[in-house]
Structure formats: C-alpha cells, structure tokens
C-alpha cells in the first residue's frame, strides 16, 4: 500500500466514524404511539419548585390534555422552540390544554430558582413551569433531550412525543385531535 491509498483509507475511516457520531448524537424525532403502546404518564416528581402555578399532579389532570415540554434557558434549540409552546398554551388553554414547562438544569448556574425566574420573566412564561434540578420528572419520563414534547391524553397516557426543534404543524395537529376527544366517563 503507497502513502496515498493509506491516507485515502484513513481519510475514509475518519469520515465514517464522524457520521456515525453524528447520527448517533441526532435524536429522533419521536411521534405517536402505536396502538396499544401509549403508556400512562408519569406523576412529576422531585419538583424543587412550582413557577407561574400551584404544584400539579398528572392524576388531577385527568380530563385535560397536557403537554409536557422538557427544557433550559440556556438551550438555543429550546428557546427556538418556545414561542410554539407559548402560541399552542395561549390558543388552547381555555379549550382543556394544559402546558408544564419542565425546566431541567443543564449546567449548574441553571439550578438557580431566580435564574429560573428572571427567564421566564425576559422571555414572558406564562404556562407552569416545574423546577426539575435533580432530574426525577426527566428520569421518570426517560428523557434523553432538550427540548423534548411530551402529549398526554384525558386518559392520562403518552400518546406522542418529539425530540429536538421542528414537526410544529404536526404536533399542533395533535393537540387539536386530543383536545376533540371525549373524555372517558371516569374522568
């Protein structure tokens, strides 16, 4: 093998290693759940501290839609994906959506409840925002992402998600058909 064969063969290597980081870095984008594959939601849990609403508890919202949006201040991909957020609880909370920012800490500075607070001021929260520091309600949900949508039924199950920026339209649509669902008699 000559010097250039060896460098071709190592500029190869080098490439195939540096896609397969990148797709195994990509998240995937999640979706809806199979038919007989929704799992019930989890209850929040380890909340240091309720923001912009009294404590929840999944059990006493039953009966609603709720989307659960895992999330950090200091996350580019979550502030590009905020303003949908804010759009979807402003157009359908009056209508039995109910959204719960799940701000979980990145770096320790996040940590900070009036950190918190200041950005959700700066970027004009409105929605319930539960302050996860020590990552229960992420490790309850098996959340790998930020940000990261989680849509809950009037039953209470997981019947969507989606990882990272993007599918708006879809998601919307989404919430829209399980805001038209009956809620079951139990509710």
Same mark, same amino acid.
């Given at each position: 093998?000559?010097?250039?064969?060896?460098?071709?063969?190592?500029?190869?290597?080098?490439?195939?290693?540096?896609?397969?980081?990148?797709?195994?870095?990509?998240?995937? *984008?999640?979706?809806?759940?199979?038919?007989?594959?929704?799992?019930?939601?989890?209850?929040?849990?380890?909340?240091?501290?309720?923001?912009?609403?009294?404590?929840?508890?999944?059990?006493?919202?039953?009966?609603?839609?709720?989307?659960?949006?895992?999330?950090?201040?200091?996350?580019?991909?979550?502030?590009?994906?905020?303003?949908?957020?804010?759009?979807?609880?402003?157009?359908?909370?009056?209508?039995?959506?109910?959204?719960?920012? *799940?701000?979980?800490?990145?770096?320790?500075?996040?940590?900070?409840?009036?950190?918190?607070?200041?950005?959700?001021?700066?970027?004009?929260?409105?929605?319930?925002?539960?302050?996860?520091?020590?990552?229960?309600?992420?490790?309850?949900?098996?959340?790998?992402?930020?940000?990261?949508?989680?849509?809950?039924?009037?039953?209470?199950?997981?019947?969507?998600?989606?990882?990272?920026?993007?599918?708006?339209?879809?998601?919307?649509?989404?919430?829209?058909?399980?805001?038209?669902?009956?809620?079951?008699?139990?509710?």
């Amino acid at each position: 093998m000559n010097i250039r064969s060896g460098a071709l063969l190592l500029a190869a290597a080098i490439a195939a290693c540096v896609a397969a980081i990148t797709i195994a870095a990509t998240p995937p *984008v999640g979706g809806a759940a199979p038919a007989g594959e929704a799992r019930p939601a989890p209850q929040f849990r380890d909340i240091d501290k309720w923001l912009n609403s009294e404590p929840l508890a999944m059990d006493q919202l039953r009966g609603k839609v709720v989307l659960v949006d895992f999330w950090t201040y200091t996350c580019i991909n979550c502030l590009n994906h905020l303003p949908h957020v804010k759009d979807w609880h402003a157009k359908y909370k009056d209508k039995g959506l109910v959204v719960v920012g *799940v701000h979980t800490p990145e770096f320790a500075f996040e940590k900070s409840t009036a950190n918190v607070q200041k950005a959700i001021e700066r970027l004009q929260i409105k929605h319930a925002v539960a302050q996860d520091n020590n990552y229960g309600t992420w490790r309850a949900f098996n959340n790998h992402y930020w940000p990261a949508v989680y849509l809950i039924d009037k039953q209470g199950r997981i019947v969507y998600s989606h990882f990272g920026e993007g599918s708006y339209g879809e998601t919307e649509k989404r919430i829209q058909a399980l805001l038209a669902q009956p809620s079951s008699a139990g509710s």
